[in-house]
């Protein structure tokens, strides 16, 4: 039985190498992984206690609380027309000149920015930002596209511009950071994203990342 138990833990774990991650969020084991995997790792214990519970549900939330804290509902445009990057940087960038938020010279900083070093990572996602903190507080400006457009090397879609503060201390903007990555690693959930008319079912979908 005990040998039964031990075939049928590590069957599963060799398994995993041959896994689509695309489709999980998290991976909970009863045995330590040591392999570094796509998605995050719980380990819990077999009777799956209160403390395992509390661990799940920490992991879970945390990117919820990160979406929300920096995806604002007054700088989120969706299914918009544009033909080009520029002309996306400039929309946002008038935006936030309109807030107050910024000076004259963020559009240009954002346009330099991208002149050294294109932001657009593949699976049809760009994150631009300006060569220089300009706002008091960390969030983001998030536009979705009817149709892809080129930018530099790659085709996108999906932009999410990075207003970071000027007090940013990166250790804080780690989890943020993180929560992007996984963004541009999920491709069925970036054409989920791209499905979403409205902020509440945008924020919805993207508490799936």
């Known amino acids: 039985m005990i040998l039964g138990k031990i075939y049928k833990s590590f069957r599963e774990y060799y398994n995993l190498k041959n896994q689509d991650f695309d489709s999980l969020d998290l991976v909970i084991s009863t045995i330590p ?5 796509p998605v995050p790792v719980i ?5 799956l206690g209160r403390q395992d ?15 929300e804290k920096y ?3 007054e700088f989120t445009y969706l299914q918009k027309d544009f033909s080009s990057k520029e002309e996306v940087i400039q929309f946002l960038g008038k935006e936030l ?16 920015r991208e002149r050294y070093s294109t932001t657009s990572f593949g699976n049809l996602v760009a994150i631009p930002h ?18 892809p457009i080129q930018w530099g090397d790659k085709l996108v879609q999906f932009v999410c511009l990075l207003n970071i503060s000027e007090q940013n ?25 791209l499905q979403c008319d409205t902020y509440e079912a945008l924020k919805n979908t993207l508490k799936k990342v």
């Open 43 to 47: 380990q819990v214990s077999t009777l």
């Open 130 to 147: 300006p060569m220089d903190p300009q706002v008091e507080e960390t969030f983001w400006s998030v536009v979705t596209l009817k149709h």
């Open 169 to 193: 201390q990166m250790e804080e903007s780690k989890p943020m950071y993180d929560v992007l990555m996984k963004l541009l690693d999920n491709r069925p959930l970036i054409q989920k994203v």
């Open 71 to 73: 995806m604002l509902k």
């Open 53 to 67: 519970v509390n661990k799940i549900e920490k992991l879970v939330s945390l990117d919820i609380t990160i979406i």
């Open 33 to 37: 992984i040591f392999d570094k995997l």
């Open 97 to 112: 000149q309109k807030a107050g938020l910024v000076n004259n010279d963020f559009v240009d900083s954002v346009l330099e």
